[in-house]
């Protein structure tokens, strides 16, 4: 039964479930019957038989007859139908607004309305966690009980203004946040957690917007049939001639290295130029002023032509490798948008760095593959630091008193479970992550609710079902993890390839079902740079080859120096590490330490 419920591959179900801070469930629910129009069963609490093919049966049946909703006790299931259906207008929502929602159908609107009447009615903070694969609808579920909250907690002038920028800001963080993948047009590639404080009256005072791990490795690759952010192909589209001669720009992205890896450049049905204009407005008004709104399209503009740098191989009298940049007027004009007065310098930077020769630091040429890695850092560093600070911005429009906050309700929108014919260390960091959250829910969905019942001395015959804590620990836990392992090499500063890394891996896991490492054999089909986990929602082949340098996470120093002296305001504000009167501390913390501090 558990597997049914969370192996989500064939039909993208995305579970949304509310618990309140006490402990106790919030119950969105409804009867197998409350509708004549119904389809199967609504509530699988009354499936009989319930076995894994009666569930999936029944969750097909609906899902043909447009019913994408059905409920289990406190879990709600959502069958992504890829289309547009009629089940979220104005009418809709005034129905679960005004009636009693365990007398309707289950729906995204009931489990958002019993949630808030929960908080309201109760005093009990609430959590809706959205836990699902890639392309299964999370993003929009997300977006919808932010209109639930919205039209339920607006009841004053003042609350209507912090609720529509509620419903905004989500447009912002889905243009610099979201792009298209190869199994979802609109995929968030990054975690968000927003906490929605209400007063005593049930009003909005204001949120706080968490982010995690934006997926910064897209701006410089991204696999076949995918793109690049949305806001780089938006500002193509729609900024007017002004604007992009200002930014020096032309509106062809196919001009532009970091758009074309992926093959695509439109999205079938999406007006990217209306895009730009929602976009817009959207930072107008969450408080982004004339002059930041312009700024941030400048780090843009320098992010895609700093793409289009190309750097030519040399071979030196001494046999030593070197470069130099082969289309110099992009730097002319990165240096112009950034406002850097010696553009020879931002050349200089890019293709020579330092080696530490004893005691001091020796300039030495970098290679055209060297120097090309510097200039793909720099990309991912702009977009990722710019990323935070419009975070930043926007948390510093939805601020509030914590006077004036009562009770809270948390939506929690992470990375969705992913499997493609490639994976990575970005798959590995996403995966990993769905793992923990399988783990939650799985806990409380089935381990919770069963300790009640043996509480409440209701005779009830334990369920097993098939958690996530194997796998969390394989990754997490302990000095051999993979992790801590990955960490260790890291912090050693060796030049460790991808099957040394899994040597180590495989080291301190060879009787560990979970893990797969590469073998010497005919009968092991796994490469030797690869390794495969037995996640919950199927085995997933990574490759390690980049795992190392990916995990560091680091900035060159001499990069955030450059940026820094920069007389752009913004540029400079986003590398404070660049400042020379900063003294230069340890190493930069590593992804991995991220995922298992936080």
Known sequence: ????????????????????????????????????????????????????????????????ADKIYTSMGTLLLS????????????????????????????????????????????????????????????????????????????????????????????????????????????????????????????????????????????VVSQGPRERNFHVFYQILAGADVHLLKSLKLQRNAE?????????????????????????????????????????VFQILAAVLKLGNLQFLPKTNVDGTESCTVLNEHEIHEVSELLECSDSKRFMSVLTTGLVQMKADLMETALSAQEASRLRDQLCKALYNRLFTWIVAKI??????????????????????????????????????????????????????????????????????????????????????SLLTVLDEICHKDEVTSGEQLLHKFSRYHPQDRNFLPPLERPTNNVPMDQFKIRHFAGTV????????????DMVDHSLAELIYSCRHQLAKELFPDGNPARTIGKKPVTIATHLKVN
């Open 255 to 295: 001009k532009y290295s970091l758009l074309r890896a992926g093959g695509v450049y439109k999205i079938d049905g999406l007006d990217e130029r209306r895009e730009f204009v929602i976009t817009k407005d959207a930072l107008d008004v969450l408080g982004f002023s004339t002059a930041e709104c312009q700024s």
């Open 541 to 552: 082949t990574y490759s390690s080859q980049t795992f190392v340098q990916k995990n560091m």
């Open 395 to 480: 948390n510093s429009c939805l601020s509030y008193s914590s006077s004036s906050s009562r009770t809270y309700l948390g939506v929690l929108d992470l990375y969705g479970f992913e499997c493609f014919e490639k994976n990575g260390f970005e798959q590995f960091v996403i995966n990993y992550t769905a793992e923990k959250l399988h783990q939650v829910v799985s806990d409380m969905i089935m381990k919770y609710e069963q300790e009640e019942y043996v509480k409440e001395n209701i005779a009830w015959t334990l369920v097993p079902y098939a958690g996530s804590n194997e796998v969390c620990d394989l990754i997490e836990k302990g000095n051999h």
């Open 1 to 64: 039964m558990t597997d049914g419920l969370h192996l989500q591959q064939t039909s993208h179900p995305t579970s949304s479930t509310s618990n309140n801070a006490s402990g106790t469930t919030t119950t969105v629910n409804s009867s197998s019957n409350n509708s004549q129009e119904d389809v199967g069963v609504s509530d699988l609490l009354f499936l009989e038989p319930l076995t894994e093919q009666s569930f999936i049966d029944n969750l097909r049946r609906r899902f043909h």
């Open 79 to 218: 069958v992504n139908p890829y289309r547009p259906l009629p089940l979220y207008d104005e009418a809709i929502l005034r129905t679960y607004r005004t009636c009693k929602t365990s007398n309707l159908p289950p729906h995204i609107f009931g489990a958002a309305t019993a949630a808030y009447r929960d908080l309201t009615g109760h005093g009990a903070n609430q959590v809706l966690i959205l836990n699902g694969e890639c392309g299964s609808g999370k993003t929009e579920m997300s977006k919808l009980i932010m209109d639930v909250v919205a039209s339920l907690a607006s009841k004053t002038r003042e609350s209507d203004l912090i609720n529509n920028r509620l419903i905004i800001f989500g447009h912002i963080l889905a243009a610099f946040g979201n792009a298209k993948t190869e199994k979802n047009d609109n995929a968030s590639r990054f975690g968000q957690y927003t906490d929605v404080a209400f007063n005593s009256h049930g009003e909005t005072v204001g949120a706080i917007v968490t982010t995690y791990q934006l997926d910064k490795s897209r």
